[in-house]
């Protein structure tokens, strides 16, 4: 609900935003709603269920639950009996009181998919699209007194989930609930986003941005659209900051009946400049705008703002005819440091304020400074902008689209799909774009062409989205697709064909580290490990009966949660068939941990020719057994989100090695490094240890910037294992970093060091 403001004891007419929260829902088969009565004998058609009670947003799903007619979506096999929902028409319906005659729209953040808008028993509107709230006029056809609100949205479309045929795609929703490599088939449908009636006087508000033109004059501009009756108006504008007014300014101007854009330049030098996190405070502010008609306040819109300039420049080294992907933030080159992140909960409405600030803060705590909303999922709630904002990180924007596995990937150019993808662009610029969070907008998740090669702006698909970003907000980066190519996967051959690249996300045995090893990119925009939840996670979604040593080839419930990231088989590799699920759960949580730090210290070796990495992926949507988040479903963080927040750090020890098996007697050869953002002193203890005996000694005291070899050193396979450790000190904060090598005596290795991997495993 819109905060409203007493503007210097103006006369303020009070207008309501009345928030249409409880609403009665009923399933009905398809057009039954539009007939109303059997054609055969005359009898009402009453639905496939009573009146459930939704508290919009909510998910439909859990008022289902609530009442009785699905389980819990979320354990063992419900979700399979819950797929019937989606093939239902939903009508909704709910009353509010007005007793005012003003201009007035109900608006709608999401209704998924297609919508029939009913009010007082007459049809208004029917609405096509999720991805893009929307309003509906009805100033004129309101009642004084009670009015009823009907709301039917038809069965969710049919849609191809992970495999399909991307160009075929026809619809602007989200895309991983029709199964995802880490989540089920179970399709959002019907209002799990905010729902109000607003009223205003004379002139509405459409939105308002505000754009840096100038970061080191702090020159901005202040940009709005309105709707109005025409005439003459005044418009206040106001930056303040903890209720201290920094800027106030009234203007008159002459509006014209319909829509009107206008704007003012300022410089705004008592403002500070917002900054990622670990670069400075991410100094926000609040602007309001209000229209002023006849000394009464017909309508103000709310927005934080910052001052900030972010571009993408060519990485050094790189060939001239490569885009950059360095950020350049306020004129300071950085290292991207980031997270991908799906949609907080599969069931959309049911995700929390709580959950989001768990989120942000969980990137934040771990050094990150960017996060990429991933294309098959869904434009944000404010919320999340806000609230990476506030805490200086930066959002990669991928807008609603995504390969489907069957090449080609190129997405559709139908102009019907394109009318829709339009609509979505511009709601996400128009609603979102003012946050100074918001840095890339990219046109989907790995689109392809027939050549395999990402597309480019040859495709009217992203052409379309490239012109309505020049239109709403130049200053933004546009990628047409990531990965953005020429190939999607690393090339060891050739690394100028490395630019923005995905993968890998399995740890497959030594290839791992042979991998990045070799590996040359301008950036990484996903890659990641898979790891097990933990155990305690387990009873929470699986029956007594699936929880045990199963794979997901032996156990189809196991399947269902997370079949492709099963660890069993790198299990078998090191230490046999016979094993629990406590060693197991110990050495795939062990697996992610140490490879994503790996990873992260080959890329940021690799600076400045490699600009930056998003990890796959912080959260998690649905409860896996095995999946690459690093948070699980139930908040729960697996010892790889404290691993990527170590190798984030501002210090990062890290080793580089060939493999971490090795038989008895074996020789192996181990270098160290320090990577660190900024001069520091420091001192470096090395520890090693076979589970015998154990060594420590200095090697290193002295300044470190960007990334030294501070040792190299061979080494004989001995005792039950060898672990070396890199114990870093700087300014008396510890900064730590393990390799651990297995001992393989025979065919496989020995099991003692499932013990060391578990203390591995909790370190913080």
Same mark, same amino acid.
């Not at 303040?240 to 101007?253: G, M, N, Q, V």
């Not at 670990?278 to 001052?307: A, F, H, R, T, W």
């Not at 399947?559 to 046999?576: C, E, I, L, P």
């Given at each position: 609900?819109?905060?409203?403001?007493?503007?210097?004891?103006?006369?303020?007419?009070?207008?309501?935003?009345?928030?249409?929260?409880?609403?009665?829902?009923?399933?009905?088969?398809?057009?039954?709603?539009?007939?109303?009565?059997?054609?055969?004998?005359?009898?009402?058609?009453?639905?496939?269920?009573?009146?459930?009670?939704?508290?919009?947003?909510?998910?439909?799903?859990?008022?289902?639950?609530?009442?009785?007619?699905?389980?819990?979506?979320?354990?063992?096999?419900?979700?399979?009996?819950?797929?019937?929902?989606?093939?239902?028409?939903?009508?909704?319906?709910?009353?509010?009181?007005?007793?005012?005659?003003?201009?007035?729209?109900?608006?709608?953040?999401?209704?998924?998919?297609?919508?029939?808008?009913?009010?007082?028993?007459?049809?208004?509107?029917?609405?096509?699209?999720?991805?893009?709230?929307?309003?509906?006029?009805?100033?004129?056809?309101?009642?004084?007194?009670?009015?009823?609100?009907?709301?039917?949205?038809?069965?969710?479309?049919?849609?191809?989930?992970?495999?399909?045929?991307?160009?075929?795609?026809?619809?602007?929703?989200?895309?991983?609930?029709?199964?995802?490599?880490?989540?089920?088939?179970?399709?959002?449908?019907?209002?799990?986003?905010?729902?109000?009636?607003?009223?205003?006087?004379?002139?509405?508000?459409?939105?308002?941005?505000?754009?840096?033109?100038?970061?080191?004059?702090?020159?901005?501009?202040?940009?709005?659209?309105?709707?109005?009756?025409?005439?003459?108006?005044?418009?206040?504008?106001?930056?303040?900051?903890?209720?201290?007014?920094?800027?106030?300014?009234?203007?008159?101007?002459?509006?014209?009946?319909?829509?009107?854009?206008?704007?003012?330049?300022?410089?705004?030098?008592?403002?500070?400049?917002?900054?990622?996190?670990?670069?400075?405070?991410?100094?926000?502010?609040?602007?309001?705008?209000?229209?002023?008609?006849?000394?009464?306040?017909?309508?103000?819109?709310?927005?934080?703002?910052?001052?900030?300039?972010?571009?993408?420049?060519?990485?050094?080294?790189?060939?001239?005819?490569?885009?950059?992907?360095?950020?350049?933030? *306020?004129?300071? &080159?950085?290292?991207?440091? @980031?997270?991908?992140?799906? /949609? =907080?909960?599969?069931? #959309?409405? %049911? +995700?929390?304020?709580?959950?989001?600030?768990?989120?942000?803060?969980?990137?934040?705590?771990?050094?990150? *400074?960017?996060? &990429?909303?991933?294309?098959? @999922?869904?434009?944000?709630? /404010? =919320?999340?902008?806000? #609230?990476? %904002? +506030?805490?200086?990180?930066?959002?990669?924007?991928?807008?609603?689209?995504?390969?489907?596995?069957?090449?080609?990937?190129?997405?559709?150019?139908?102009?019907?799909?394109?009318?829709?993808?339009?609509?979505?662009?511009?709601?996400?610029?128009?609603?979102?774009?003012?946050?100074?969070?918001?840095?890339?907008?990219?046109?989907?998740?790995?689109?392809?062409?027939?050549?395999?090669?990402?597309?480019?702006?040859?495709?009217?698909?992203?052409?379309?989205?490239?012109?309505?970003?020049?239109?709403?907000?130049?200053?933004?980066?546009?990628?047409?697709?990531?990965?953005?190519?020429?190939?999607?996967?690393?090339?060891?051959?050739?690394?100028?064909?490395?630019?923005?690249?995905?993968?890998?996300?399995?740890?497959?045995?030594?290839?791992?580290?042979?991998?990045?090893?070799?590996?040359?990119?301008?950036?990484?925009?996903?890659?990641?490990?898979?790891?097990?939840?933990?155990?305690?996670?387990?009873?929470?979604?699986?029956?007594?009966?699936?929880?045990?040593?199963?794979?997901?080839?032996?156990?189809?419930?196991?399947?269902?949660?997370?079949?492709?990231?099963?660890?069993?088989?790198?299990?078998?590799?090191?230490?046999?068939?016979?094993?629990?699920?406590?060693?197991?759960?110990?050495?795939?949580?062990?697996?992610?941990?140490?490879?994503?730090?790996?990873?992260?210290?080959?890329?940021?070796?690799?600076?400045?020719?490699?600009?930056?990495?998003?990890?796959?992926?912080?959260?998690?949507?649905?409860?896996?057994?095995?999946?690459?988040?690093?948070?699980?479903?139930?908040?729960?963080?697996?010892?790889?989100?404290?691993?990527?927040?170590?190798?984030?750090?501002?210090?990062?020890?890290?080793?580089?090695?060939?493999?971490?098996?090795?038989?008895?007697?074996?020789?192996?050869?181990?270098?160290?490094?320090?990577?660190?953002?900024?001069?520091?002193?420091?001192?470096?203890?090395?520890?090693?240890?076979?589970?015998?005996?154990?060594?420590?000694?200095?090697?290193?005291?002295?300044?470190?910037?960007?990334?030294?070899?501070?040792?190299?050193?061979?080494?004989?396979?001995?005792?039950?294992?060898?672990?070396?450790?890199?114990?870093?000190?700087?300014?008396?904060?510890?900064?730590?970093?393990?390799?651990?090598?297995?001992?393989?005596?025979?065919?496989?290795?020995?099991?003692?060091?499932?013990?060391?991997?578990?203390?591995?495993?909790?370190?913080?």
């Amino acid at each position: 609900m819109m905060k409203r403001y007493n503007l210097n004891k103006l006369k303020v007419k009070t207008l309501k935003t009345i928030l249409l929260k409880k609403f009665t829902c009923v399933a009905k088969y398809p057009y039954e709603d539009f007939i109303g009565k059997s054609v055969e004998t005359d009898c009402e058609l009453k639905g496939q269920t009573s009146p459930i009670s939704v508290s919009v947003p909510e998910s439909i799903y859990t008022a289902l639950e609530k009442e009785k007619y699905i389980k819990n979506p979320y354990k063992g096999m419900n979700a399979v009996e819950a797929e019937w929902v989606a093939d239902r028409w939903w009508t909704y319906e709910t009353a509010f009181e007005s007793s005012v005659e003003h201009n007035c729209e109900i608006v709608f953040e999401s209704v998924d998919y297609i919508c029939h808008i009913y009010l007082n028993g007459k049809i208004i509107a029917t609405h096509v699209g999720a991805s893009a709230g929307f309003s509906v006029d009805i100033s004129g056809k309101l009642n004084i007194g009670k009015n009823i609100l009907r709301v039917l949205v038809e069965n969710s479309p049919y849609e191809f989930g992970q495999v399909g045929i991307s160009r075929k795609v026809n619809t602007q929703r989200p895309q991983f609930d029709n199964f995802w490599d880490f989540c089920t088939k179970l399709k959002n449908i019907g209002i799990y986003r905010p729902c109000f009636v607003h009223f205003y006087d004379y002139a509405k508000l459409e939105f308002i941005s505000f754009r840096t033109k100038d970061y080191k004059t702090k020159r901005c501009v202040i940009f709005c659209e309105t709707k109005c009756d025409g005439g003459k108006y005044k418009v206040k504008f106001v930056i303040s900051k903890a209720d201290k007014i920094l800027y106030e300014e009234t203007l008159p101007f002459n509006f014209k009946k319909g829509k009107n854009k206008f704007s003012i330049e300022r410089i705004f030098d008592k403002l500070r400049l917002w900054n990622i996190n670990g670069s400075g405070m991410p100094n926000i502010y609040d602007l309001s705008v209000s229209i002023i008609s006849d000394n009464k306040v017909c309508d103000e819109k709310k927005q934080i703002v910052g001052v900030r300039n972010i571009r993408l420049d060519k990485n050094f080294g790189a060939d001239f005819e490569h885009r950059g992907y360095t950020f350049v933030v *306020n004129g300071k &080159r950085i290292f991207a440091r @980031g997270f991908n992140i799906t /949609p =907080l909960k599969q069931l #959309l409405g %049911s +995700e929390t304020e709580q959950d989001y600030i768990k989120l942000v803060k969980a990137a934040k705590d771990a050094h990150a *400074n960017i996060i &990429r909303v991933w294309g098959g @999922g869904i434009i944000e709630q /404010p =919320l999340f902008y806000r #609230l990476c %904002s +506030e805490n200086g990180i930066m959002i990669w924007q991928d807008i609603t689209q995504s390969s489907r596995g069957l090449f080609p990937n190129n997405p559709s150019e139908s102009p019907k799909f394109l009318k829709l993808l339009k609509q979505t662009t511009q709601y996400l610029l128009e609603q979102r774009g003012a946050y100074p969070a918001l840095a890339v907008i990219c046109g989907g998740n790995e689109l392809f062409g027939k050549d395999g090669r990402p597309i480019t702006l040859e495709n009217k698909n992203p052409k379309i989205i490239f012109n309505t970003i020049k239109q709403f907000a130049p200053d933004l980066e546009f990628i047409t697709s990531t990965s953005s190519g020429p190939v999607q996967t690393g090339d060891l051959i050739n690394y100028k064909n490395n630019h923005d690249i995905h993968g890998p996300w399995l740890y497959e045995g030594n290839s791992f580290f042979s991998y990045y090893n070799q590996l040359k990119t301008l950036y990484v925009g996903e890659f990641g490990t898979n790891g097990m939840c933990s155990l305690s996670s387990l009873h929470k979604f699986l029956d007594k009966k699936d929880i045990g040593v199963f794979t997901t080839e032996n156990n189809y419930v196991w399947r269902k949660h997370g079949a492709w990231w099963d660890s069993a088989t790198q299990m078998k590799r090191w230490f046999g068939e016979n094993y629990t699920l406590k060693e197991i759960n110990i050495v795939s949580r062990y697996i992610q941990n140490f490879a994503l730090l790996y990873a992260i210290g080959t890329l940021r070796r690799a600076a400045p020719y490699t600009s930056g990495c998003m990890v796959w992926q912080l959260n998690e949507m649905y409860p896996c057994v095995y999946s690459t988040s690093l948070i699980d479903f139930y908040g729960r963080k697996k010892p790889g989100y404290y691993s990527v927040k170590r190798a984030y750090d501002s210090i990062l020890p890290s080793f580089k090695f060939q493999r971490v098996d090795y038989n008895n007697g074996e020789k192996f050869l181990v270098e160290c490094y320090i990577t660190a953002d900024r001069p520091k002193e420091i001192e470096v203890e090395l520890v090693m240890s076979d589970g015998e005996k154990q060594n420590k000694k200095v090697i290193f005291k002295g300044e470190v910037y960007e990334t030294m070899p501070i040792y190299k050193s061979e080494y004989t396979m001995s005792g039950k294992y060898v672990l070396i450790t890199l114990n870093v000190t700087a300014e008396n904060i510890l900064f730590r970093a393990d390799a651990l090598f297995l001992n393989r005596k025979g065919e496989f290795c020995d099991k003692s060091a499932i013990s060391v991997m578990e203390t591995l495993n909790k370190l913080k």
